[in-house]
């Protein structure tokens, strides 16, 4: 750990001026990102005395090397810019909300052709509009009803594709909980608006079509339609069963998020209840870790900053008034920042009385549970993932705890197909965004040992490159982890420690250990004997949970790849037909066997396909004095892929 003292600045050189300054590793990594109103008193506090700090801060400045700071000209200015670099660089040490995955949220995925209705949960990804969370059962029973009303799609894309290809739709098409698109019948507009419909009836807009179909079911009575009327008041009854589902707690023109935090010394829970037309339209839950000695105020705007930003990355819309439990600091400009994010004015207070003071009281009581439920699950979790890296560093004689562990596997099936994989873990918890697939080919791939030294050469020549750079230029892979995991025993450890030697990084500067399958046995570089720990070492469940990882990872890797290799179409075979004109026609004809079938005319009506290249396919299937061509076939099972 670095001495705080070797990279403090002086004091005259900081500036008393509003401005962002930034942490940094010894590797260059941002570690840190904040702003304040006057750097130098800010940039102080944190050299002062260590005994004074919080333990997360302590961690902190001892892991940086050095810190620098960007003069801007207004405190607004400098709300944007930490926001900006929280987002680019996520700095392990900066306020993290991590969302309460507990409950699911209901999602139509509005940036596919066909948008989609599901189930989900994790992540929020981009282009999908969320409402919720929900209890399991009555998300369910919601989906359900309100897809009678709005048959939009909901089958997976494998299915969507099956339906397309034989013309047929699935259950849900026949039982009109689905509006087949898939077989045409309606078209991509169409459903589009269905699904719209859909969102803005989960978004509050609920009384609008009701009344529209109470409209239209008095015109289908005056028409004597019974059966019409019939249909139109079961979707009223289904509509109304969703909207009273939520109770109303303010005033139908009420349209606000009410936030409410719960905190100790090192930890915050926040929760906040999206209220829309005065009922509560959905609740969200995070908890955070505290870097420095973090105030309500500070807290508050870190937690609007990132929800909020993110928010108008998705579209998601940001009500007028936002309750606060206490007003941030800079009150002013997070208003004029939050006002500039929805385009109309922002209301951002703290309620004193009446029914929104009620309501923030319940929330805070929801964030008091939820902070004392995750300290009673963290505190298993972080006991055991401290115990398990301790383990290891004595284990393996690291000269400190591995905080970042990669692992290797190779996978093929004789030879064929080879490919690597990389899984990263961080602090005892896997980091999926920063995992990578090798495909490996050539000489490379004539055994294990090549295979996982070509993998660990072009991921640390990676990493040597990026070195060399600029520090703003440099990748995720421009610092080498604590640790190195291969998949297998001396052999390929060898091969590993091969390729860093060839590189010139040392056994100093990145550790290698191999874990045996068999035995479970830890492979060290200079031992000819293996490490065993015992059974039930924390250490030992970590390294088996990575190298499976790697294993799992590198399987669905290879299984993708083999299925694309083995795979055989004439069409492979006809000149000037490229891979998209090729799919163009799978998709539009469905099969080789209809494909076969259709004529030089229906073959030049695919897009992209003229009349030129369309009499060769033609000719590959149809050609003079030629026999009967051989169907498309999958080489692993035999299986025919025609029909």
């Not at 509003?18 to 942490?23: H, L, Q, S, T």
Request: aromatic share 8%; proline share 5%; with cysteine.
């Amino acid at each position: 750990m670095a001495d705080p003292a070797s990279y403090r600045p002086k004091t005259g050189e900081i500036p008393n001026d509003p401005g962002v300054y930034r942490f940094r590793d010894p590797h260059g990594r941002v570690i840190y990102v904040g702003k304040a109103k006057n750097l130098r008193q800010r940039l102080t506090s944190y050299f002062a005395n260590p005994l004074t700090l919080l333990p997360k801060t302590y961690a902190m400045v001892h892991a940086a090397a050095s810190v620098e700071w960007t003069v801007v000209g207004s405190e607004l200015e400098a709300l944007q810019l930490e926001y900006t670099w929280i987002k680019e660089f996520s700095p392990r040490y900066n306020l993290a909300f991590r969302d309460d995955k507990t409950y699911p949220y209901l999602a139509v995925t509005m940036g596919e052709k066909y948008p989609r209705v599901q189930v989900m949960r994790g992540d929020r990804r981009k282009g999908t509009r969320y409402f919720g969370p929900y209890t399991a059962g009555a998300i369910r029973e919601t989906m359900d009803t309100l897809l009678k009303v709005f048959p939009v799609r909901s089958c997976s894309a494998g299915v969507f594709k099956r339906a397309a290809q034989s013309g047929r739709p699935c259950l849900l098409g026949y039982i009109d909980k689905c509006s087949a698109p898939c077989v045409g019948r309606v078209t991509a507009e169409e459903h589009r608006a269905l699904a719209e419909d859909f969102c803005a009836f989960m978004g509050g807009e609920a009384k609008r079509f009701i009344s529209q179909l109470e409209k239209r079911m008095a015109a289908a009575v005056a028409e004597l339609d019974y059966e019409a009327a019939a249909s139109l008041r079961d979707d009223i009854i289904a509509m109304r069963k969703v909207f009273e589902r939520n109770a109303v707690v303010l005033s139908e023109d009420t349209d606000a998020d009410v936030f409410a935090v719960e905190e100790d010394e090192l930890e915050a829970a926040v929760q906040v209840f999206h209220v829309r037309g005065g009922r509560i339209r959905g609740q969200r839950g995070w908890v955070v870790e505290k870097v420095e000695e973090t105030t309500g105020g500070a807290l508050v705007e870190h937690l609007l900053q990132q929800v909020y930003g993110a928010q108008a990355e998705t579209d998601t819309r940001i009500p007028r008034e936002v309750l606060v439990p206490v007003l941030p600091d800079d009150a002013e400009q997070l208003t004029v920042w939050l006002s500039r994010l929805r385009g109309a004015k922002v209301d951002l207070r703290v309620p004193r009385r009446g029914d929104k003071a009620a309501l923030a009281k319940t929330v805070h009581e929801n964030a008091v549970q939820a902070l004392k439920l995750h300290k009673v699950r963290r505190a298993g979790d972080i006991t055991t993932r401290s115990l398990a890296l301790q383990e290891l560093q004595e284990a393996l004689e690291l000269p400190e705890p591995p905080l970042r562990i990669e692992s290797f596997d190779i996978s093929h099936v004789q030879g064929t197909n080879v490919v690597g994989s990389m899984v990263v873990v961080e602090d005892g918890l896997v980091k999926k965004s920063e995992y990578r697939k090798f495909s490996v080919t050539g000489d490379a791939a004539r055994d294990d040992t090549t295979a996982m030294h070509d993998v660990l050469t072009r991921r640390f020549r990676s990493y040597l490159a990026d070195k060399e750079l600029p520090v703003e230029e440099r990748g995720k892979f421009a610092y080498p982890p604590n640790l190195v995991v291969v998949d297998g025993g001396q052999p390929q450890v060898a091969a590993a420690m091969k390729a860093l030697a060839e590189l010139g990084i040392g056994e100093d500067e990145v550790r290698v250990v191999g874990l045996a399958k068999r035995l479970e046995e830890v492979w060290l570089p200079e031992g000819d004997f293996p490490v065993i720990l015992p059974r039930a070492s924390q250490g030992l469940y970590l390294l088996q949970r990575i190298r499976d990882e790697a294993h799992r990872f590198a399987i669905t890797f290879h299984r993708q790849k083999r299925g694309k290799a083995m795979t055989a179409s004439l069409l492979d075979d006809v000149p000037g037909l490229g891979p998209a004109r090729k799919k163009a026609l799978l998709t539009h004809f469905g099969s080789v066997k209809k494909l076969r079938a259709a004529s030089p005319d229906e073959l030049a009506g695919v897009a992209g396909v003229g009349p030129s290249l369309a009499a060769s396919v033609y000719a590959a299937f149809h050609g003079s004095g030629a026999e009967e061509p051989a169907p498309a076939v999958n080489y692993a099972t035999g299986e025919i892929l025609e029909s």
